[in-house]
């Protein structure tokens, strides 16, 4: 079984709907991440979080809102989406083991709002 | 934040060695130099990091300049399975180990 997933895979919704995205991870790691990829881009961290209830912003969390109300789930919601959300979505988790620690990404989320 | 130069693109042959370079001249004492790849359709994935030396793993092998204003990841035996994006980041540990993505380097292996 994959150590970070993500749900759903794909999702086409509507500018206006709510919409939440989930991360699942049994890597038993503390840091947790969001972040978003534009075709042709790199990823841009959205949220990130250090421990159950941790919340920090990141670059473009505006639109974005996260919760974290257990070591292995983040979640991401869309409060009111907008065409120019549609992206790639993906978590990551990290253990923090000092400067050298690694991340480790989900399979990503495709979403589109029309 | 420091920032990565990457080339846009490479190509290389299979079973040939590969050399991705990246400049960082910017780069702090402290900043660790790692690398991810994106294959297509997935999620970046580590491939290795370091400070100053040069560093070996079962994926690939990083040198490391000795000023560490460039470094260079080698994998020894390109195979098609590592055709994708290379990205060379140092990672932002004052905002929780925020990874800049920058445009990498996009590795194509021809038969």
């Known amino acids: 079984d994959a150590d970070v997933t993500q749900t759903p895979r794909n999702r086409i919704t509507k500018t206006g709907k709510r919409i939440m995205l989930e991360c699942s991870q049994t890597?038993?790691?503390?840091?947790m991440y969001w972040y978003r990829q534009d075709p042709g881009l790199g990823l841009r961290l959205i949220y990130y979080?250090?421990?159950?209830?941790?919340?920090n912003k990141g670059e473009i969390s505006d639109g974005y809102s996260v919760s974290r109300q257990a070591q292995a789930k983040f979640s991401l919601s869309l409060e009111s989406a907008i065409p120019n959300q549609t992206a790639l979505y993906f978590c990551?988790?990290?253990?923090?083991?000092?400067?050298?620690?690694?991340?480790?990404f989900g399979p990503g989320t495709r979403l589109t709002v029309l | 934040d420091a920032k990565t130069t990457q080339p846009n693109s490479m190509e290389s042959n299979e079973e040939e060695p590969v050399h991705l370079p990246c400049n960082h001249s910017t780069i702090s004492g402290t900043d660790y130099i790692h690398w991810y790849r994106q294959l297509p359709s997935q999620g970046p994935e580590y491939v290795i990091h370091g400070l100053t030396s040069n560093v070996n793993n079962r994926m690939a092998s990083l040198a490391i300049a000795e000023d560490r204003k460039s470094s260079t990841l080698i994998l020894h035996r390109a195979t098609l399975r590592d055709a994708a994006v290379y990205y060379c980041i140092l990672p932002v540990y004052n905002q929780g180990g925020k990874l800049i993505f920058g445009q990498g380097t996009e590795l194509s292996v021809k038969p």
């Open positions: 979080s250090f421990d159950v209830k941790d919340i």
């Open positions: 990551a988790t990290s253990d923090h083991r000092g400067p050298g620690d690694t991340q480790y």
């Open positions: 890597k038993g790691h503390d840091r």
